[in-house]
C-alpha cells in the first residue's frame, strides 16, 4: 500500500505544479490590449479571447475560433484575465503571439514519456491490488486505464507549460535583438541623434516600468479581494 501512495503522491504533485495560470476578476478600467479574457455578458453568454483594441465605449475581441466581436462596456457583466506576459521593457505579449511561437516539443515528449511512465507505475499498483483483493485482470485494466490516462495528461499538461515558457522567453530575446540592431544602425548613422534618442528610449522604459508595477500591485490587490 506505500506504493500505491507514492502513485498517488507523485500524480497530486504534478497536478500542482502545472496547473495553468487562473484568470482573476478584473475591473474593465485594468484591461489592456493583448490580455487574454473571459468576459460574461449581461444576456449570460461567455466571450473567450484576446484584446485586439480598447476603445472609449468597448473592447474588440479576438476569439479562440478566429472571430472578432466588438463587446460594449455596457454589455459586460464580469471579466476575468490571466496575468499579462511582458517583454524586458515593459511591453505586454499577447496570448495570440505566445501562440503563434509555441512549438508542442515538451508536449510530445513529456506526453509519450509521462504516459508510458505512469502506466507502467499503474500496472504495477494494479497488480498489487488484484493480488490483495482477488479481483483479478479488471482490477489491473481499471488501475491502468485510470492512472495512465490521467498521468497521460498531467505529464502533457506539463510539457504545454514548458513550450508555452520557451515561446515567452523567444520572444523576449527577439525583441530585445530587434532593438539592439535598431540602435546599432543609428548610431552609425548619426551618433548625436541617436543619443538623443537612447534618452527618450530610457525614459520611455522607466515609465513602462513604472506602470509595470502598478500594475502588478493592482492585480495583487485584486487577487487578494478574490480570495
Known sequence: ?????????LMLGILLVTGCAKRMLV?????????????????????????????????????????????????????????????????????????????????????IGGGLLTIGGSFFAGSLIANETDGGAGVIAATVGGGGGLGTFLFLRAGKARDREEAIARIRRERQLSIEVRQDRESELDPESYRERLIEEKQKQEELRREREHLLRELEKTRQMND
Do not use: C, F, W
Open 27 to 111: 475591473p474593465v478600467g485594468q484591461v489592456e490590449k493583448s490580455n487574454d479574457v473571459e468576459v460574461r455578458l449581461r444576456t449570460g453568454e461567455r466571450l473567450t479571447g484576446t484584446v485586439i483594441r480598447k476603445d472609449p465605449h468597448q473592447l474588440v475581441l479576438s476569439l479562440n475560433d478566429g472571430a472578432t466581436v466588438p463587446v460594449p462596456y455596457s454589455a459586460v457583466q464580469t471579466i476575468r484575465r490571466k496575468p499579462p506576459v511582458y517583454d524586458n521593457l515593459g511591453k505586454p505579449i499577447s496570448e495570440i503571439e505566445i501562440g503563434r511561437g509555441t512549438t508542442h516539443r515538451h508536449a510530445t515528449v513529456y506526453g
Open 1 to 9: 500500500m506505500k506504493i500505491l501512495k507514492k502513485h498517488a503522491v
